[in-house]
């Protein structure tokens, strides 16, 4: 495997052509005497050389590449033959087009090809703004010899509480969170011109101190991970990306308490924290012949299955069934009792299969009642009823329908039919309507 270039040609030149690059001696030496920057060369520097390479060249090349601008030389057009084209002075490449730009600081003009003019997005950059971030360069320089990476430690200090898998709550945080915005106003104030030795050392005491908090962040981790109701980290991305003020609200409360909780619970629709919810609730659930399927993350709801209808699939939303029942899973008060009844209020059917196998399962039970259920049409969202105290098949819509009588699967709740006898609709011959919908596949129940 070859030795892999760690500086690009045409950064290597920007680097050289520039005057930030001459307040580092030692470092434009090693640019003007090596053509290629390599793994090898830098491995064969001290480990201080190695550390301003790893953390200082990025800044440097920034900086060194704000020193230019556009010149006020127009662009040449050197023509079509190619062996009249010039050099780019950056990438060495030929260009028909050559742009000129010149050094705000040495006044030095360079030009450079198309691509380059491009990607170096040589553009206005205020001079005085330019030489406060050289002073901020050269004390970050001072800085980072003496804590490498200073400047990744300083500007990645909260997202390194986003790396855990689970969330730590403020009160554990909070201290940590204190340090980095302490550390932020000391390292910024540094890098202005404040500052002496001993803010050196305050620096490193606040990174020393940050890094004990972040043992105990991860000796917390391994204790609570396994815990079913911990926050863990997807449960957070999950609330952020919701925007509205309900996840806001659950974000609020999981931080502050570490623990998703039962007031937070209905608002949590994440995937793994609904598989955590049909595992336990199935634990009750089954006592009472009910099962919970499977999860629906897009439609945050769930698949229920009622004994004895198993073909008979419908869908509770999550926060329905966490919230009306989820009580028993926190060991809370009681809101709604954990009944089929109950559970069948908050589910809906959707789909064509589990209609028709409620709709046979209710006919069954009407059977010897004053009202029969003659048969549907899903296609036309229709189902007739038979009511045989007034001999009449009365048109009824397919979903309200089901919506609002699917009990009658389940038992013959009088209250329920008495309000069936009452319902209006459109009163149909019943021949005519079977010949008229046959065709769009009227089923007969």
């Known amino acids: 495997m070859g030795d892999k270039l760690l500086l690009k040609s045409k950064d290597r030149n920007v680097l050289i052509f520039s005057e930030i690059t001459k307040d580092y001696d030692w470092f434009l030496r090693l640019l003007i005497e090596n053509e290629k920057i390599t793994d090898s060369l830098i491995n064969s520097l001290t480990p201080e050389q190695q550390n301003f390479i790893k953390y200082m060249v990025p800044i440097l090349l920034k900086e060194a590449t704000s020193e230019w601008k556009e010149s006020s030389r127009p ?112 390292y910024d104030d540094f890098l202005s011109g404040k500052g002496s030795e001993s803010t050196i050392y305050q620096i490193h005491k606040l990174i020393q101190q940050g890094e004990d908090e972040i043992k105990e962040f991860e000796d917390y981790v391994k204790k609570e991970r396994d815990n079913e109701f911990i926050v863990t980290r997807n449960m957070v991305n999950w609330l952020k990306t919701q925007n509205n003020s309900k996840a806001s609200k659950a974000l609020e409360w999981v931080r502050e308490e570490g623990r998703v909780s039962y007031r937070a619970a209905h608002r949590i629709a994440e995937k793994g924290f609904m598989e955590t919810v049909k595992t336990k609730m199935n634990a009750y659930l089954n006592n009472i012949g009910v099962f919970i399927e499977g999860i629906l993350p897009i439609e945050e709801s769930y698949i229920i299955k009622i004994i004895p209808l198993e073909q008979c699939f419908m869908q509770m939303k999550h926060e329905d ?80 329908f089901v919506a609002k009588y699917k009990l009658l699967a389940f038992e013959q709740n009088a209250t329920l039919i008495s309000d069936l006898q009452s319902s209006k609709g459109k009163y149909v011959n019943i021949g005519e309507y079977i010949r008229l919908r046959e065709r769009a596949g009227y089923i007969n129940l």
């Open 75 to 186: 662009p040449i057009d050197l023509g079509e033959d190619r062996s009249q084209w010039g050099n780019c002075s950056l990438c060495n490449k030929p260009n028909r087009y050559l742009h000129f730009i010149d050094n705000r600081k040495s006044g030095k003009t360079i030009n450079v090809g198309s691509e380059c003019v491009k990607e170096y997005a040589f553009n206005e950059t205020d001079i005085v703004y330019q030489r406060k971030e050289a002073r901020k360069i050269r004390r970050l320089s001072i800085l980072n010899d003496k804590i490498p990476g200073v400047k990744n430690i300083v500007e990645n200090w909260k997202d390194r509480l986003d790396k855990f898998e689970i969330l730590i709550p403020t009160p554990l945080s909070k201290n940590y969170e204190q340090l980095g915005e302490k550390l932020q106003k000391i």
């Open 321 to 400: 069934l966490v919230l009306h029942f989820g009580w028993i899973m926190f060991n809370e008060e009681v809101l709604t009792p954990l009944s089929v009844k109950n559970v069948l209020k908050h589910c809906k059917i959707v789909d064509e299969k589990s209609i028709d196998v409620l709709l046979k399962a209710i006919a069954g039970n009407l059977k010897s009642s004053p009202i029969k259920v003659k048969g549907y049409v899903y296609d036309y969202n229709e189902v007739v009823i038979h009511d045989l105290s007034k001999n009449l098949f009365l048109l009824l819509n397919l979903k309200e």
